[in-house]
């Protein structure tokens, strides 16, 4: 059998207008519309920055392969702490003809100096654990644990990676739960990280906010633009807003 087949324990899934299909375990993290929102924002805030892109906690490569697919960035460096998930990432490469335009990298991102060079990246994409450590009931899966809480980095140290990634002038986008704002704004203001794009997501119209997505500029001042709210569900095809749907499925034949 094919490496690039699923194994029993793990799905074959597609997402995106370009047909991105990538590995997933049964039981383990699962990708969330998170990444979508995330890879159509970091690629409408920079559709032109020159330079090689870096994933931080790449997972099942989902952000990496729309970058490069559906959005034609890259390469990506996708960067990926566990062996198993790295492994995953490896052959969807090959599944999506990405050879050369995303680059898995098994390391961690706390030891971002001895991974890549300082400024060797001209923008950063990331969506990280979200829950603080300390916050709720560990998985017991160890993949899902690491994938949703702060087990193994903390903003903190994501926003550190990124400085340390980026020259005077990278770009930085993140996606983090709406009620960490404060503290993730306060993370990249001290790391002489300037937000020049914020935009929230909101389950609904009426919704309160549950996400943010935020692009910031590394040691360069400019004005905070707030963009309008982005409305996930709503009455366009599969129950998505239309701007989602426009991000999710390939164009049907005929």
Known sequence: MSTSLPAADETLDSIGTAGVRVLQRRGGYRFTLDAVLLAAFAAAEAPSVPGPLLELGAGSGVV????ACQFGLGP??????????????????????????????????RQA?????????????????????????????????????????????VVAAARHALPPGG?????YPAARVAEVLG???AARFFPVALRFIHA???????????HAVRDRSRELAVRPPLIAHGAGPGGYSSEVAALMDPPRAG
């Open 187 to 189: 993370l990249l203001a």
């Open 171 to 175: 770009r930085v986008s993140l996606v």
């Open 204 to 214: 609904r119209a009426e919704a309160p906010a549950t996400r943010f997505l935020v």
């Open 76 to 109: 990506v460096d996708a960067l990926e702490l566990q062996p198993e998930v790295h492994a995953r990432l490896v052959r969807a490469v090959a599944l999506n003809a990405c050879e050369g335009r995303v680059r898995p990298l098994l390391g961690d991102l």
């Open 113 to 157: 100096r001895a991974l890549w060079a300082p400024g060797a990246y001209a923008h950063v994409v990331s969506n990280p654990p979200f829950r603080p450590r300390s916050a709720g009931v560990h998985s017991p899966d160890p993949e899902r644990a690491l994938s949703k809480q702060e087990v193994a980095c903390e903003a903190a140290d």
């Open 64 to 67: 990496s392969f729309l970058l």
